[in-house]
């Protein structure tokens, strides 16, 4: 089975009856869907015309606004066209940028002046930039923009971790069939916590797992090696995008997309320089700005620049707010943080954060309206997780006593937090590999000047699973609920895969959490009451 755009597999089954009608409604749709656009007629009729075979995705979606993003095979203009219903009579057209080698072809379009709390229905056509009569065959798509008002619920899933661990794209398991599930629950969006790729994880044909049988991955040149070119994080980009379950989600699905540190390698922090023989260019940060430049042509996030990264003035931390009932504030625990150590300084400013980004959380977070506070953050706050025999890559660092180090940040956080009686805060994140629930609370911890609060974790999407983590006592975690592997890398054929869901109920403002496996288990459920200020 090839799942690559250029050789796709057809879907199997009949109709699915689902609220998408576009998903489930002409043939023609569908084919744009799950097909490169070219297959969906003759050849000699679309011959020479650009081609959006990678799909289409939109990303930051607000009551208002969202981008719409896709990548052609060749030069070509973007277009967009919206409308209410899939017949798109009346549709609104959208012209966007010219879609080149300097953005690798890929090219976001905003979209502005949406209706709030509707379906939108839209295509992506892509036009000879040479002869505007020469289009190629439209790549469909639809998202629901934010509510308006209160009363309408909010649903969005979360989960990271793609690709990692050499788990690849597997066709004999059906490749990353978590997204098909993910997509069959139809959610508002959905939150990538990070590790969106694994640029330093090669992806071999084939892995013998532990009872003799085989995974088998599809690979590619970029994936037979770390990257460090613009063109090799780029391709790693454009690995996850060959499986079509993959290209069906997004197509549905908006992202709120974020980093850590597998878009460019391995625990990786500003300035660090590299010993690891696979690598030419040792100079991490030069990588970082490679990754994140790809990162920005591959994803549409409101503050990233086409051309990338904060070297252009693009930052990765922001906010997205779904409604009155939602804000989701998205944290970038990478590009400020301090040098990876033992952890156990008596003052660090730079922290895991950096000044500048905290004084922008702390800010937005005073003026955000919204019954509940997601803060993303790509790594959790109180597990231990070790970078090499003495130092360490999170927050926490495993002594139980009083903040050191990262920690003191964290600490500063949340007695802001406490003292401005900010209400309905929470904090979602992956990347351990395994899914928990932790109660934090003041009367358990050594820094008690906070509010109780819960952390929710949920991953990996497609990577190996991991024993869980070792727990900090300093701000007092309770672990209410965990599943995780008792051996390190542990396939997706062997543990399933991790994604957690999160409901708003527009009339009683409740917040339910579920924590989910793959294979249509809620494994966790909890329900947080709005309007307080710790849980």
């Given at each position: 089975?090839n799942t690559?755009p250029?050789h796709?597999?057809?879907p199997?089954?009949g109709p699915?009856t689902?609220?998408?009608a576009?998903?489930?409604g002409?043939v023609?749709a569908?084919a744009?869907l799950?097909?490169p656009?070219?297959?969906a007629?003759?050849?000699f ?5 650009p081609?959006?075979?990678w799909g289409?995705q939109?990303?930051?979606?607000t009551a ?5 993003w ?5 030069p070509a203009r973007?277009v967009v066209e ?7 009579r009346?549709?609104r ?22 209706p709030?709390g509707?379906?939108?229905h839209?295509?992506?056509l892509?036009?000879d930039?040479d002869?505007?009569?020469r ?11 934010a ?7 909010v649903r969005?899933?979360?989960s990271?971790?793609?690709?990692g661990?050499?788990?690849g794209i597997?066709p004999?398991?059906g490749g990353y069939r ?7 629950l139809d ?7 990070g590790d969106?790729?694994y ?5 071999e044909?084939?892995?013998?797992l532990?009872?003799?049988r085989?995974?088998r991955n599809?690979?590619?040149?970029e994936k037979?090696?770390v990257?460090?070119?613009?063109d090799?994080?780029?391709g790693?980009f ?5 499986d079509?379950?993959v290209?069906?989600f997004?197509?549905?699905v908006?992202?709120v ?8 390698r391995?625990n990786?922090?500003?300035g660090?320089?590299l010993?690891?023989?696979?690598y030419?260019?040792?100079?991490v ?5 490679r990754?994140?430049r790809?990162f920005?042509?591959?994803f549409?996030?409101?503050t ?11 930052r ?11 804000d ?7 590009s400020?943080?301090s040098?990876n150590s033992p ?8 922290g895991?954060l950096?000044?500048?980004q905290?004084?922008?959380?702390k800010?937005e ?5 919204a019954?509940w ?5 790509d790594?959790?706050i ?5 970078d090499?025999?003495a130092?360490f890559?999170a927050i926490?660092q ?6 050191l180090?990262r920690?003191?940040?964290i ?8 003292h401005?009686?900010?209400?309905g805060t ?6 351990v590999?395994?899914t928990?629930?932790?109660h934090?609370s003041?009367e ?7 509010a ?7 991953g990996?999407l ?11 006592a ?7 609920f965990?599943?995780a592997p008792?051996q ?5 054929m ?9 409901q708003?109920?527009?009339?009683s403002?409740?917040?339910?959490v579920r924590l989910?496996a793959?294979?249509?288990?809620v494994l966790?459920s909890?329900?947080l009451?709005?309007g307080?200020?710790?849980?």
């Amino acid at each position: 089975m090839n799942t690559s755009p250029e050789h796709p597999s057809r879907p199997e089954g009949g109709p699915v009856t689902e609220r998408r009608a576009l998903l489930r409604g002409t043939v023609a749709a569908s084919a744009a869907l799950a097909l490169p656009v070219a297959a969906a007629a003759p050849a000699f009729a679309l011959a020479g015309r650009p081609r959006a075979g990678w799909g289409v995705q939109v990303g930051d979606v607000t009551a208002s606004s969202g981008l719409v993003w896709v990548r052609s095979d060749r030069p070509a203009r973007m277009v967009v066209e919206t409308s209410a219903t899939e017949s798109f009579r009346r549709a609104r057209r959208q012209y966007g940028p010219l879609l080149g080698p300097g953005t690798d072809h890929t090219g976001t379009t905003a979209l502005r002046g949406l209706p709030a709390g509707e379906e939108v229905h839209y295509r992506v056509l892509l036009a000879d930039p040479d002869d505007p009569r020469r289009v190629g065959e439209p790549v469909y798509g639809t998202f629901r923009t934010a509510p308006q008002r209160r009363k309408q619920d909010v649903r969005f899933l979360w989960s990271g971790d793609i690709a990692g661990q050499g788990w690849g794209i597997n066709p004999d398991i059906g490749g990353y069939r978590v997204y098909e599930e993910m997509r069959r629950l139809d959610p508002d969006f959905f939150l990538c916590s990070g590790d969106t790729i694994y640029a330093d994880g090669v992806i071999e044909p084939t892995v013998r797992l532990p009872d003799g049988r085989v995974w088998r991955n599809v690979t590619t040149v970029e994936k037979s090696r770390v990257a460090q070119s613009l063109d090799e994080f780029r391709g790693n980009f454009r690995y996850n995008l060959l499986d079509e379950n993959v290209r069906r989600f997004n197509a549905q699905v908006p992202t709120v997309a974020q980093w850590d540190d597998h878009e460019v390698r391995n625990n990786w922090y500003p300035g660090q320089i590299l010993d690891d023989p696979r690598y030419a260019e040792k100079d991490v940060d030069v990588l970082a700005r490679r990754a994140m430049r790809a990162f920005a042509e591959y994803f549409p996030v409101s503050t990233l620049p086409a051309r990338g990264g904060r070297g252009h003035g693009g930052r990765m931390h922001r906010v997205v707010r779904h409604g009155p009932l939602l804000d989701v504030f998205v944290l970038d625990m990478r590009s400020y943080r301090s040098a990876n150590s033992p952890g156990r300084q008596a003052d660090d400013e730079q922290g895991i954060l950096g000044a500048e980004q905290l004084a922008w959380l702390k800010r937005e977070l005073v003026r955000s309206r919204a019954v509940w506070k997601v803060i993303a953050a790509d790594m959790p706050i109180g597990l231990v997780v070790p970078d090499g025999s003495a130092d360490f890559e999170a927050i926490a660092q495993g002594d139980p006593g009083a903040p050191l180090g990262r920690e003191l940040q964290i600490a500063e956080l949340l007695r802001f937090v406490k003292h401005r009686r900010i209400t309905g805060t929470l904090w979602l994140t992956a990347d351990v590999h395994y899914t928990s629930a932790q109660h934090y609370s003041p009367e358990r911890a050594a820094f008690r000047d906070f509010a109780p609060f819960w952390e929710f974790v949920s991953g990996p999407l497609a990577a190996g699973g991991f024993p869980a983590n070792a727990l900090d006592a300093t701000f007092g975690p309770e672990r209410v609920f965990v599943r995780a592997p008792e051996q390190a890398n542990v396939s997706p054929m062997e543990s399933p895969q991790y994604f957690g869901e999160v409901q708003i109920d527009g009339g009683s403002g409740e917040l339910t959490v579920r924590l989910r496996a793959e294979g249509g288990t809620v494994l966790f459920s909890k329900v947080l009451q709005p309007g307080r200020v710790g849980q």
